[in-house]
């Protein structure tokens, strides 16, 4: 599988990184098999994934116990990524989340350390600071950033540049093309993809908003009328599951499946340093690490780019996925 250098770093990392969080049980996802979770691993490791990216968020520190005792005896053959909370808001509580991590993925540092949502710009600038000091202590061996958009950026590139940015990005939402990627690109920052099949619905699983699972439709595709949602926006259902619609009919003819056409749309843009994709079977990572290796003839790329561009018109520059512009982490 392709590797690529994190700018800026000597850290490298698969192409194709498995998204953790999903291998624990939680509200997202519901629950989960251990036994499963295990099995992934173990056909990511098989495929030539060598990322795996983590947080303290997921399932209250269970998901970074359980891929710690999953890669035990796999350490110099792999890169742990992992971030810290937002609740974490000052340099003490930072480091003292690191070391927690650090016990529960049975580790003494991890490759990428990273801000998971920013709080205000003093906090923002503090946790950046305290991320930098525990890079130079040897505890992280490349540090960055998720979530943050031009203004934030200015608050961390400030101190230092990071080597990611980590953020939502597939085919249903584009937001980051907006300013986001073009700022990353401009200062050579590295840019991890997460949500590449938006929760399951560019698995073509779903042919309408309402067989979305409760916990699952709380994007801003979906009404705020719906259970869980965040957001104060009417959403964009019909839109969002009409472009669905159509990208299934390019799949077909392209004699691709959804997926596929997702993430080979994903692995098309030089600008992708990794895309994580979670699983919720072995099958999916062998079939998910064979796509990626065909990226999208031109043709068909500028097809699905014209075919998604009104819903990426219609929801705006905002990349927060869950909150309304006046109320976006992310700026």
């Not at 700022?183 to 309402?210: E, I, N, T």
């Not at 691709?256 to 079977?281: C, D, F, H, K, Y």
Request: proline share 4%; net charge negative; charged share 20%.
């Amino acid at each position: 599988m392709k590797q690529t250098t994190l700018p800026g770093t000597d850290v490298t990392v698969s192409q194709l990184a498995l998204g953790c969080w999903g291998l624990t049980s939680d509200f997202h996802w519901g629950q989960r098999d251990p036994a499963a979770a295990q099995a992934i691993v173990a056909a990511a490791l098989d495929a030539g994934i060598t990322l795996f990216d983590t947080a303290t968020m997921y399932a209250d520190g269970a998901n970074e116990t359980l891929l710690g005792e999953l890669l035990v005896g796999k350490r110099s053959e792999v890169q742990i990524a992992t971030k810290c909370t937002p609740a974490q808001t000052t340099a003490d509580a930072v480091a003292a989340g690191l070391d927690a991590s650090l016990t529960r993925l049975k580790t003494d540092y991890v490759d990428l350390y990273q801000i998971h949502w920013a709080g205000t710009d003093a906090e923002l600038a503090e946790v950046w600071g305290a991320l930098i000091e525990l890079k130079q202590l040897g505890k992280a061996r490349a540090v960055g950033v998720c979530n943050l958009g031009p203004q934030q950026l200015d608050v961390v590139c400030a101190l230092e540049k990071p080597a990611t940015n980590q953020l939502p990005y597939n085919l249903l939402f584009r937001a980051i093309e907006s300013e986001i990627l073009p700022r990353c690109k401009k200062q050579k920052m590295g840019v991890l993809a997460y949500s590449p099949l938006m929760h399951g619905m560019l698995r073509g699983q779903w042919k309408s908003a309402d067989e979305v699972p409760a916990t699952r439709a709380r994007s801003r595709h979906f009404s705020s009328q719906r259970e869980h949602v965040r957001h104060d926006e009417a959403g964009h259902e019909a839109l969002t599951f009409d472009t669905i619609e159509c990208l299934q009919q390019f799949a077909d003819v392209s004699h691709n499946t959804m997926v596929e056409l997702a993430l080979r749309w994903l692995a098309s843009n030089p600008q992708i340093t990794s895309i994580l994709v979670g699983a919720s079977s072995p099958e999916q990572i062998a079939a998910n690490a064979a796509t990626i290796a065909r990226p999208l003839d031109k043709e068909l790329l500028k097809q699905v780019n014209q075919v998604t561009d009104p819903l990426k018109q219609a929801m705006g520059p905002n990349a927060d996925l869950w909150q309304s512009t006046e109320g976006s982490r992310i700026h």
